[in-house]
């Protein structure tokens, strides 16, 4: 059995260059048993060619079957080839599936090993596949890069699964959840079958729980679970606009704690749209029976979200009418797609599998900059979809339902990274009119050839089996004009790309931006200190500078300065070169940051993207801090209007995980005119903290709007005491004061001067009175929320130890940093929910 790094077949093997960082993030994240990066690809190389045996001869086939429990169906449809699937799992349990699979792989192994027509076959797509790899030109997704020729053989990043109204449905979907985040799998799902809370339940003669009570199940168990594999599970939740727990939906993440294991996603439509433009009421649906159950202002209900979105990042919206009216569907007599993955750039139907490949752009620039080599990135193109084709058959599925639908549809999501090294070599700035054309242009050919790549194998392997009523059958009711008989129903997705463009060399995910120009990484001895809330000494540090601009520096001498003191400069500069006057400005356009651009230029390049994409685009519209709702009410606006399929925003200090944020002085104009006009019934939000103190836990609620904390409610049990109700008494003062717009920060040296007669704890953590515990949480919630700085030694009430960097313009710079590896080379990319880190790889899926 050749499936645990051993090998069949000896492949042509390409010496692989590699940087430092390259190695350590695939050490980390990929390696495992292998001795080398070469046997790691060549092992996977060599495994997803394997399936070539499939389609050699009708012996070869029936050879690959033997010893295993399986089903062929075979299909209606056009050409000479007839469409089947081979099925493993059908009426096996778990670990039954397993072993059957398994058999199948260690055929396949055995037949490239023992037949010389095999291992003919096998080694040429091999050896294409490992230099396409081997080159960084192509990578699949993480679970492919992990698991093929080992054990697991899961090579699927994400599902949708159907969530039905009863509970034995919703509990099938937990389960079934459960098993895929085991595998290393997320999950997306739509919750606007279940019921609104205290809807009638007839079998019971109770009241329903309500969405949001089973959403939190689901997370629960992904808590539970993610522990498990090499990859923490991740979930997409979505819910129609149209549900009568829609508020609640909108509401639910407002808070740190809740859900934390899901992105949230609105589905929207035209319907919606157009009410929300001219200010219209829309009727609320019951799921149970389609009655009419309320009635709410769509553009209210469209302000809600945005304030949510300002607050948290959630929740972004999906266009559902779009992703069923497009090729994102193209399956509609099979049902209406109603979710997607968890980063939502993959539209799926119940069961249907995320099978994902991404090209590195920058690899095909031609050498003086002046165009792609369009044939050289045909040919790749080619060989991706010959790739993700062939994974679709050696891939292990979770579960049955998975697999059928998978190998019925073969829907596969080939995609791009590398957008940001590739402006700079064609000498473009990222939100420059010739860019957005450019990303037009490459999309658009990556989306035709990817049609041509699938429609030359149908002729070899037939269609896809679920292809009759498609919308490329000219005898379907669904046709849409477009007379191809490809072998996958879908074959463009733009994915996140984190820790596979940091595994190919890359400084920006997918299609963002560069996120940081230089900036500084710290040796151990700096981590360590960085964890006990000190600065590191400065031989623990030093400078990581972005290739393509060293290189530039180097040949302008570093612009008139020396080299440590543009770095620093530049670091101090939000990691920028945007503004540093020694640098030319054509320089500084060209190498545009994340936060050096507008929300329409992060909106525009999606929409570029978009155009020409049969599923949808993963990118996250990144915000100042200082943005407001109307900005980002205008950017999810204009990504509908553009063609958009989803949208997620992110605000720099909106989610826990930025313990810090940018604290920039006001100018006297910016104090006497806040960002925000106050206005009294602003939506507000509430935070909650317990601190101890010496006469017990003392429980404070702190309620928020955009300005900052409005109320604050505090107590003590137990209730009728003196300290209880001098307790409450305080909180109620506070918040008359903050009422009259008192300012938050003014009342917390005076009640950090308090003391008591019984302080508790020690260091940081002392509480002296209930005061001083009262202005820890309300000074922990102004750092979290992005009001204040932290406290001067580097800690937050919760013992965190965030990233402090004080430039010499004596502003706080407040940063994104790695929660396992402490690097500041971190961003919210492409509607992750967690930061990625460009140095370390670390995501949430990863």
């Not at 109603?338 to 920058?362: A, H, K, R």
């Not at 490329?472 to 669904?478: E, I, L, Q, V």
């Not at 004009?481 to 790309?497: K, L, M, Y």
């Not at 950090?752 to 508790?760: L, V």
Request: aromatic share 8%.
């Amino acid at each position: 059995m050749k499936i645990e790094g051993t090998r069949s077949i000896m492949i042509q093997q390409k010496k692989i260059e590699a940087t430092e960082n390259q190695l350590k993030v695939i050490k980390d994240k990929y390696l495992k048993d292998s001795p080398s990066v070469e046997a790691w690809l060549e092992n996977i190389a060599e495994n997803i060619a394997l399936a070539e045996i499939l389609y050699a001869n009708d012996e070869l086939r029936l050879k690959a079957f033997e010893g295993t429990r399986h089903t062929i169906v075979t299909a209606d449809g056009p050409g000479a080839v007839k469409p089947n699937m081979v099925l493993f799992h059908q009426g096996l349990n778990h670990d039954q599936r397993h072993e059957n699979h398994r058999k199948f792989i260690e055929n396949l192994y055995r037949l490239a090993k023992e037949n010389t027509q095999c291992a003919d076959i096998v080694r040429e797509t091999a050896d294409r596949f490992y230099n396409l790899m081997a080159n960084w030109e192509f990578l699949p997704n993480s679970p492919t890069l992990m698991n093929a020729g080992r054990k697991l053989q899961q090579l699927s990043a994400c599902y949708v699964l159907p969530v039905g109204d009863s509970i034995e449905e919703i509990y099938e979907s937990v389960k079934n959840m459960a098993l895929i985040h085991k595998s290393g799998g997320g999950t997306g799902f739509d919750f606007s079958h279940l019921r609104p809370a205290k809807d009638t339940v007839f079998s019971t003669k109770g009241v329903a729980s309500g969405p949001l009570s089973f959403m939190s199940i689901f997370d629960k168990s992904t808590e539970v679970v993610k522990q498990g594999g090499q990859r923490r599970g991740a979930n997409m939740g979505i819910m129609r606009y149209d549900h009568p727990s829609i508020l609640d939906f909108i509401h639910c993440k407002r808070d740190n704690g809740f859900l934390e294991n899901f992105n949230i996603s609105v589905a929207l439509d035209a319907k919606f749209m157009d009410a929300v433009k001219n200010n219209k009421e829309y009727d609320l649906i019951n799921p149970k029976d389609k009655s009419v159950s309320g009635k709410l202002n769509a553009r209210e209900v469209f302000d809600k979200m945005c304030n949510n979105a300002w607050v948290s990042g959630d929740p972004g919206f999906v266009v559902i009418d779009r992703i069923n009216n497009s090729d994102s569907n193209p399956t509609p007599a099979q049902g209406q797609i109603e979710s997607t993955n968890p980063c939502g750039e993959q539209p799926l139907l119940p069961y249907e599998p995320c099978n994902l490949g991404s090209i590195n752009l920058s690899r095909f620039v031609l050498e003086d900059g002046s165009d792609m080599d369009w044939n050289r990135f045909r040919e790749c193109v080619h060989t991706g979809m010959h790739f993700l084709d062939n994974v679709i058959e050696v891939n292990n599925y979770p579960i049955p339902e998975i697999e059928e639908i998978a190998k019925r549809n073969r829907r596969v999501g080939l995609g791009v990274m590398g957008w940001a090294e590739s402006l700079v070599k064609l000498n473009l700035p990222y939100n420059s009119d010739a860019a957005m054309q450019k990303a037009e242009e490459v999309m658009a050919f990556i989306n035709d050839e990817a049609l041509n790549a699938s429609c030359n194998l149908a002729k070899m392997r037939g269609v896809f089996p679920g292809f009759k009523d498609c919308i490329y059958d000219k005898n379907g009711s669904f046709f849409r004009g477009q007379d191809v008989e490809p072998r996958n129903s879908a074959r463009t997705t733009i994915a996140p790309t984190g820790t596979i463009g940091i595994t190919a060399g890359l400084q920006g995910a997918g299609i963002e931006p560069f996120f940081a120009i230089v900036y500084v990484r710290y040796n151990a001895a700096g981590i360590d200190a960085l964890k006990e809330g000190k600065k590191p000494a400065e031989k623990d540090t030093f400078f990581e500078v972005n290739p393509y601009f060293e290189k530039i520096a180097q040949q302008h001498n570093y612009f008139g300065l020396k080299k440590e003191e543009l770095y620093k400069k530049i670091d101090d500069n939000h990691k920028a070169v945007l503004g540093i006057k020694e640098i030319p400005e054509k320089i500084q356009k060209l190498f545009l940051t994340s936060h050096d651009l507008t929300p329409m230029d992060h909106v525009r390049i999606q929409a570029a993207f978009q155009k020409y994409c049969n599923n949808a685009v993963s990118k996250t519209v990144n915000l100042k801090n200082e943005a407001t709702v109307d900005d980002i009410r205008e950017v999810y606006m204009k990504a509908y209007e553009s063609g958009c399929k989803g949208v997620t925003i992110y605000r720099d200090g909106s989610k826990s995980l930025q313990i810090l944020n940018l604290a920039e002085k006001k100018t006297d104009a910016q104090k006497e005119k806040p960002v925000i006009k106050k206005e009294k019934h602003l939506m507000e939000m509430s935070s909650y903290y317990m601190i101890e103190t010496g006469h017990g836990p003392m429980h404070v609620h702190i309620n928020y709007d955009q300005q900052g904390p409005t109320k604050v409610f505090a107590n003590i049990s137990p209730s009728g005491t003196e300290v209880s109700g001098l307790t409450t008494a305080l909180a109620i003062l506070i918040s008359k004061y903050l009422d009259m717009e008192g300012d938050a920060v003014k009342l917390l040296k005076h009640l950090n001067s308090i003391k008591g007669d019984r302080p508790f704890g020690f260091g940081p953590k002392r509480v002296d009175s209930i005061p001083h515990g009262m202005a820890k949480a309300l000074r922990d919630h102004l750092v979290k929320t992005g009001k204040m700085k932290p406290f001067e030694n580097g800690q937050t009430l919760l013992g965190s130890s965030p990233v402090v960097q004080k430039p010499d313009n004596g502003l706080f710079v407040l940063a994104l940093h790695c929660p396992k590896c402490y690097s500041t080379n971190a961003e919210m990319v492409s509607g992750c929910s967690e930061p990625t880190c460009f140095d370390c790889g670390y995501s949430k899926c990863s």
